[in-house]
């Protein structure tokens, strides 16, 4: 049995953590309400918490002021694309890996660990070069190719697909069932939560992203929302801190609700994902 | 089943679909992963500025790099900004976990809160505390003035800017420190905790000498994630100051970033990203090792 903590030293726990969680709460309340303001009031200092009246025009001025309906279908275009291809190209290589006999396959295994230490800071330059050479900059392919297999996807699914016991691959071999039925229709459910993690993690990563697009978009054709967002503050002529946020609440907002509702799996996903 | 002997050609077929279902994937990474690799070390040791052709100069970007006194700068800011967060990270990360270690709704919702910054995107963080962080108007300088203190301005100071993104990169990885850290808390076996606590130890003694060792594996993961991923800095830098004011927050990527597609110094920037490359595996390396080390002591 352990001894019940002190009382005084609950609360003085329970007083902390409640400190700490209202500072991180607290700017997104501040961001929200800065989008309902007039421009007086977000040039009054020191500035006031709440709107005299909220200003719901100025989401149909940010909205109107720059293509977010394009930069919106962009990101959908592109976090769907990548997440689907290392799904399914992690599923097959995983299933290689694990299951599978090849000369070369342990060399072969080696590479993808080593591209899981390669990050996209090492990349880009070169990634640049090329894709301009072969005229694929400024396009979603340039935005989805680079990404469409991951090595972390991999690595996870071989981990999840090695705990499988042989006998159920055997019985469905036995039925004449293809290697591509065994994978999809058996190891794949079986894999489920760690498949269903590595999607999360690697959607929210590829939703967020900026340093990409940053890197092989040109124009407002095939921008993503994180990279709209962000050029709102770089023409902006100072202080229109209300239209900045709206825009801003138009950005964070949608996965703010997403990881409301999926918060556990979210967190598991991401404490997942790195510990393996 | 006992013993199967295959033939050739079912050993064959076996070989043949793990070479097809791996394909794909191994294209993509030689082309968008070893290739540039390999390019951009090639490129390190040119001159060029995306016109004409390159000019070889063995070793004279590394050589360049090395006595700029701008590089100079820049890896001091790299240092600073990488330390500063991971000790505050760590430091915070490790008491909230030790604080939330225990059931209960509201423990759920307050780690909740804390987490979510981590995966609000950093184009979302930024805008969000640069308008925060705003000198004239903004929130922060509001709450400090109504206790007397007069307007700060964190990021335009060149003394302080720095100090504020830390601040900032702090305020949004917390929660992913402390996550870690209470998923090692909860893998500490309760029944070790127990006999301690039966043998009379106080609270302090079964940290010290439990938990703490307990979570070392942890510990030392949090670490190297943590520098790693501080050491990739840059959305932070390019939407929050734009490595300003005077290179006060210049930091590596940024500065990477910044000589190749500012300045179009290739081969400059490709020596600049070699060398990071390098300091990356070695830290790598050295995660790799003590995890070995660890997992064989582990092992009977």
Known sequence: MRTETHPTLRAAALAVLTLVALLEVTPYLWMMTTSLKSL??????????????????????????APFGSYLVSSLVVTVSIVALQSVLSCLAGYAFAR?????????????????????????IS???????????????????PHASSALGIFLMRQAFLAVPQELIDAAKVDGASTLRVIFQIMVPLAAPTLVAFMLFSAVYHWNDYFWPLIVTLDETVRPLPLGVALLREQGTGARWHLIMAGNVILVV????????????IVKAFVFSSMK | MGTQRRGGGARWREALTGYGLVLPSMAVFAVFYLYPVAHTLYLSFFNWNLTGDPKPVGLGNYEALLSDEVFGEVLVNTLTYSLATVAVTMVGGLGLALLLNRPGRVYGVLQACIFTSYIVSWVGVSLLWIWMLDAQFGPVNGVLSAFGVSPV??????DLALWSLVGVTSWKTVGYDMVLFLAGLQSIPVDTLEAAE???A?????????TFPQLMPTTLFVLITS??????????????TQGGPVRATTIYVYFIYEQAFGYFKVGYAAAAVVLFFVVLLGVTLVQFRLFDRQRREEAP
């Open chain 1, 40 to 65: 007086p009031e977000v040039t009054t200092f020191p500035p006031t918490m709440w709107p005299l009246s909220p200003q719901w025009g100025n989401y149909v001025e940010v909205w109107g002021s």
């Open chain 1, 100 to 124: 599978l006999r090849f000369r070369g396959r342990d060399a072969l295994f080696y590479v993808v660990i080593a591209c899981l230490i390669i990050p996209p800071q090492v990349r880009f």
């Open chain 1, 127 to 145: 990634i640049f070069l090329l894709l301009d050479t072969v005229d694929l900059l400024n396009t979603y392919a340039a935005q989805i190719l």
């Open chain 1, 254 to 265: 949608p996965l703010l609700v997403v990881f409301a509702f999926a918060q556990r799996r």
């Open chain 2, 153 to 158: 301005d964190w990021l335009g100071d060149p």
């Open chain 2, 198 to 200: 039966m043998d009379g």
């Open chain 2, 202 to 210: 106080s609270r302090w003694q079964r940290f010290w000498s439990i």
């Open chain 2, 227 to 240: 520098v790693i991923m501080t050491f990739q800095g840059f959305d932070v830098v390019r939407v929050m």
